[in-house]
């Protein structure tokens, strides 16, 4: 298996445009989670999905995010508009709910996203 | 809410020593998961060692052992014999075993290792 595959690695944009990160999560697995990595803040969940389906999104800074996942396949996180703030790694990452619940999840390779 | 901490910002150790991360947390629950994951500067998140906290038995993976103490909520992390490559920022993770928790991992704020030559 390939792993959490994300992209794309690295994003400039300008404020104001908006910006769409993408994750294709291990196949089998039912849990995605996005998380936000900022020097400040440490590692924050923003939003997870399980099955598909939006469990928590209180993670969500605000509603310039929004996130989706329609299919079992892939998800996208979306910023718009994007500000400077915004600028952080965002990481993907998948699970399984199924025993031995000991497993971590495996986390993508992060897109560092640079707003200016 | 569930809540880790890692009192230790920075750490060194010289190569081939022994060094030990300290990590708490706070639960009310007692069937939950326990995990410690290094990010080296590629930024990529790579699971060391994993802990049940219905285990006594401490976890060990070749030069990682942690020290998981449940009634005073502590769950360190040991690195024998270490090596450059050892060189990152260390997380420490909960997860809850329950179900209405929704399995997501809460990290500590991470404590960098500097191994020296």
């Known amino acids: 298996d390939a792993g959490v595959i994300q992209s794309p690695r690295h994003e400039v944009t300008e404020m104001g445009q908006e910006v769409t990160l993408r994750c294709k999560p291990i196949s089998g697995h039912d849990y995605l989670f996005w998380y936000r990595q900022t020097m400040m803040r440490g590692l924050e969940l923003l939003i997870y999905?399980?099955?598909?389906?939006?469990?928590?999104d209180s993670g969500m800074p605000e509603d310039r995010f929004s996130a989706k996942m329609p299919n079992a396949s892939f998800s996208t996180l979306k910023i718009q508009p994007s500000e400077p703030r915004d600028s952080a790694v965002y990481f993907c990452?998948?699970?399984?709910?199924?025993?031995?619940?000991?497993?971590?999840?495996?986390f993508g390779s992060g897109t560092r996203l640079t707003v200016v | 809410a569930q809540t880790v901490t890692q009192s230790q910002p920075e750490m060194s150790v010289q190569e081939a020593e022994t060094v030990t991360l300290s990590c708490t947390y706070d639960t009310s629950e007692s069937d939950y998961y326990l995990f410690w994951y290094k990010q080296p500067p590629s930024r990529q998140m790579i699971l060391v060692i994993r802990q049940e906290a219905y285990k006594q038995q401490n976890a060990t993976e070749n030069r990682f052992s942690v020290n998981f103490q449940k009634a005073a909520k502590s769950f360190s992390l040991k690195i024998s014999d270490s090596q450059l490559g050892d060189a990152a920022m260390y997380f420490c993770?909960?997860?809850?075993?329950?179900?209405?928790?929704?399995?997501?991992?809460?990290f500590g704020e991470g404590t960098q290792l500097t191994v020296n030559p």
């Open positions: 990452a998948s699970g399984d709910s199924r025993p031995p619940l000991v497993n971590g999840y495996t």
């Open positions: 993770a909960y997860r809850s075993g329950g179900e209405t928790s929704g399995s997501r991992l809460t």
């Open positions: 999905f399980n099955n598909n389906v939006p469990i928590d």
